[in-house]
């Protein structure tokens, strides 16, 4: 049985942003994990702006798809929500996880091996 400081402590974790929210929408095949744990492929990164839209749409309650990552938590999709959700101070994030390696970085984008 939880006391009541722990009941407390799952409360605020549940009500923090990335908390309670992330729960919602997409939750089949998918897992909640803390931010930290994430990591981009070297070199990757976005303009602002596409941050900020990103940042707006959280802002606004929106359920955004997860992020998806290989088994090594590298992303493979969702480098700008990431970043919107890193911007905005969330400490859990909805990951999906793929059987995928990522073997090069090219332009904009991943050459992806399945």
């Given at each position: 049985m939880k006391t009541n400081n722990e009941v407390l402590v799952d409360l605020k974790e549940a009500i923090q942003p990335g908390g309670l929210?992330?729960?919602?929408?997409?939750?089949?095949?998918?897992?909640?994990i803390s931010i930290k744990e994430?990591?981009?492929?070297?070199?990757?990164?976005?303009?602002?702006?596409?941050?900020?839209?990103?940042?707006?749409?959280?802002?606004?309650?929106?359920?955004?798809?997860?992020?998806?990552?290989?088994?090594?938590?590298?992303i493979v999709d969702g480098v700008?929500?990431?970043?919107?959700?890193?911007?905005?101070?969330?400490?859990?994030?909805?990951v999906k996880v793929s059987n995928v390696f990522i073997e090069e970085f090219i332009g904009d984008g991943f050459k992806i091996i399945k």
């Amino acid at each position: 049985m939880k006391t009541n400081n722990e009941v407390l402590v799952d409360l605020k974790e549940a009500i923090q942003p990335g908390g309670l929210q992330s729960n919602l929408g997409y939750n089949q095949g998918t897992s909640r994990i803390s931010i930290k744990e994430l990591h981009i492929k070297k070199g990757h990164h976005c303009k602002l702006n596409d941050i900020l839209f990103f940042c707006q749409k959280i802002e606004n309650g929106e359920v955004l798809e997860p992020i998806e990552v290989n088994q090594n938590n590298l992303i493979v999709d969702g480098v700008k929500r990431y970043f919107a959700y890193k911007r905005l101070k969330y400490s859990f994030v909805q990951v999906k996880v793929s059987n995928v390696f990522i073997e090069e970085f090219i332009g904009d984008g991943f050459k992806i091996i399945k």
